[in-house]
């Protein structure tokens, strides 16, 4: 028994001095974070200036400004969604059904999308940032709803823009 508790004495030593350690890291990495991001948004606005010149602004390209994510957030909350997608029932306030809602926000205005579009957009308005293999992800929220997208392989479109079609591919 006093074995044991040696050695967990010795294993709470060495995790307590390994945190010390991350917790010294990580303000170095935070630092560096905030000088990378400094330098980020410095060449952002210089990609808006030479874009300001050709009259076009980041929202032209698609991109959107905090006021204009937070108006498309409160549109996107106004979107009606079936209460089932492929005989299964949709929790409106889940994922899922944001991206869907979304996506529906995005077709209806741009019409038919790139998947990669359509990705941006989402991180743009902060739906999904932290998935494994975001574009995988997608595909497979926008198949499982057919009901509403239909793709041709390169984009997707809304199925209500194609008079009425509404039997799954």
Request: glycine residues 6%; charged residues 30%.
């Amino acid at each position: 028994m006093p074995e044991i508790i040696k050695v967990l004495h010795d294993e709470i030593q060495r995790l307590s001095v390994e945190r010390l350690d991350l917790v010294g890291r990580r303000s170095e990495l935070l630092e560096w974070l905030d000088v990378r991001i400094a330098e980020i948004d410095e060449r952002v606005r210089a990609a808006e200036g030479m874009l300001a010149a050709y009259g076009q602004t980041a929202t032209d390209r698609g991109f959107l400004s905090a006021e204009g994510a937070d108006e498309m957030r409160a549109n996107i909350e106004t979107v009606p969604l079936p209460a089932c997608l492929r005989g299964h029932r949709l929790n409106p306030s889940s994922k899922k059904a944001r991206i869907i809602k979304a996506t529906k926000v995005l077709l209806k205005t741009k019409g038919a999308t790139r998947r990669s579009e359509i990705l941006a957009f989402l991180h743009a308005l902060g739906i999904m940032s932290h998935e494994k293999n975001p574009d995988a992800y997608l595909s497979v929220v926008l198949s499982y709803a057919r009901e509403i997208f239909a793709t041709n392989g390169t984009e997707w479109r809304l199925r209500e823009a194609d008079n009425g079609d509404q039997t799954p591919e």
